[in-house]
């Protein structure tokens, strides 16, 4: 019972911290090395249950049902140890001789225990049961444990001189699989000698929550990362620096929501249009047209500090007010008309905006607030006619 303890531990400890690990990620993109460790973590749980069952069936003395279990036992280990030269080999992705001499190890390991165990159904070379059921290991499972030791050394070599040309967190990762190739020699030993404790099973779960805990970690870091900078880029302007169409769906999702919960807010939308711009782009081209585009934006930014600036279609934008500038919105806009009106006598660049406040009993949605500011927009248009002579 105290033997099968620790695999049952072990088990317990294994879905826990690898629950994620073991499941297909869609969203996510490692590469094919990704896959192969999501299938070097079911061989390790095929293993516990063998060794799991192994330990209740020996203490029982049931000698068919634990022969049939330590064939099992073998080859879970086997299947470890081959599926672990994978996943080390596409993580390193160095197609280089000791890469080539890792995967091969890990397939004459695998091939080995095989014909170990066939041979051993007529002649004992690997395992056999003494008259009373005790378990006697024999030659050949020494022989497969030290091809093991062999394998774990030189994975252990092997990534530690890739360690040393790697840096950030490629580098940690190397480090991780350093010592967890090096941790699993030492109980791959352990059990060599003491064949009736757990020592294997101690050592794929030290070694697991090795890499558990300094690569699938980093990598669940790195990948929130580069969510988070692409979510970033597609919420972004490139033109303008300003918040893109797609944040500008976001925020009016946000308030609809807010509005239909009841939830009770104060906000304005203003809305802004350049004038003349298809002009600038038909006898000045699209760079100068884009220059006209970014000192507008430019304008707006300075004037309306505190309120997110959103880019919504090409020569338009739309400003949230919200806090200061939504307590301040009369007096932002007739500071914005009269520099506007100035920007027109002078021959510079002019942007017509319109504002409409968010009213509840007026206002089912967004929108309808909106359409305020956009009507009041084109009736301003409407004052500021003409073509405007910039730059």
Request: glycine share 6%.
């Amino acid at each position: 019972m105290l033997y099968a303890s620790f695999g049952i531990l072990s088990i317990v400890l294994h879905i826990i911290i690898n629950n994620e690990g073991m499941r297909e990620q869609d969203g996510r993109e490692y590469g094919l090395y990704r896959s192969r460790y999501r299938h070097f973590l079911y061989s390790i749980l095929l293993y516990y249950i063998a060794d799991i069952l192994w330990g209740f069936l020996h203490e029982a003395r049931i000698v068919p049902l634990v022969y049939a279990d330590t064939v099992l036992y073998f080859l879970s280990m086997a299947l470890s140890v081959l599926l672990w030269s994978r996943f080390v080999v596409a993580y390193l992705n160095r197609k280089d001789y000791l890469g080539k001499a890792i995967s091969h190890m890990g397939n004459i390991i695998f091939i080995y225990v095989i014909i170990s165990l066939v041979v051993n159904f007529f002649i004992p070379v690997i395992f056999t049961f003494a008259e009373d059921g005790e378990y006697m290991p024999m030659h050949a499972r020494y022989i497969a444990l030290g091809i093991q030791i062999a394998f774990f050394l030189v994975t252990a070599v092997y990534t530690f001189v890739a360690r040393i040309k790697s840096t950030g967190s490629a580098h940690r990762h190397y480090t991780t699989i350093v010592f967890s190739s090096v941790t699993m020699a030492i109980f791959v030993v352990l059990q060599a000698a003491y064949p009736l404790l757990p020592f294997y099973a101690i050592g794929c779960l030290i070694a697991n929550c090795l890499v558990h805990s300094f690569i699938e970690v980093d990598e669940k870091r790195e990948f929130n990362q580069k969510l988070g900078a692409a979510r970033n880029l597609a919420y972004t302007d490139p033109l303008t620096g300003v918040k893109s169409t797609h944040a500008y769906v976001e925020a009016k999702r946000a308030i609809d929501h807010d509005i239909r919960d009841g939830i009770s807010r104060e906000f304005a939308v203003v809305v802004f249009d350049i004038n003349d711009l298809k002009v600038i782009n038909d006898t000045r081209g699209h760079e100068e047209g884009d220059l006209f585009i970014k000192t507008a934006c430019s304008i707006i930014c300075k004037l309306f500090t505190h309120s997110p600036v959103f880019r919504t279609g090409g020569d338009e934008f739309a400003v949230i007010l919200e806090g200061t500038d939504y307590e301040h919105r009369d007096e932002l806009l007739d500071k914005f008309d009269k520099q506007m009106d100035e920007n027109r006598e002078n021959g510079l660049i002019v942007v017509s905006g319109g504002l409409a406040v968010y009213t509840p009993a007026k206002d089912g949605d967004f929108d309808s607030v909106f359409q305020r500011a956009d009507r009041k927009m084109y009736e301003r248009k409407s004052t500021l006619k003409g073509y405007c002579n910039v730059f």
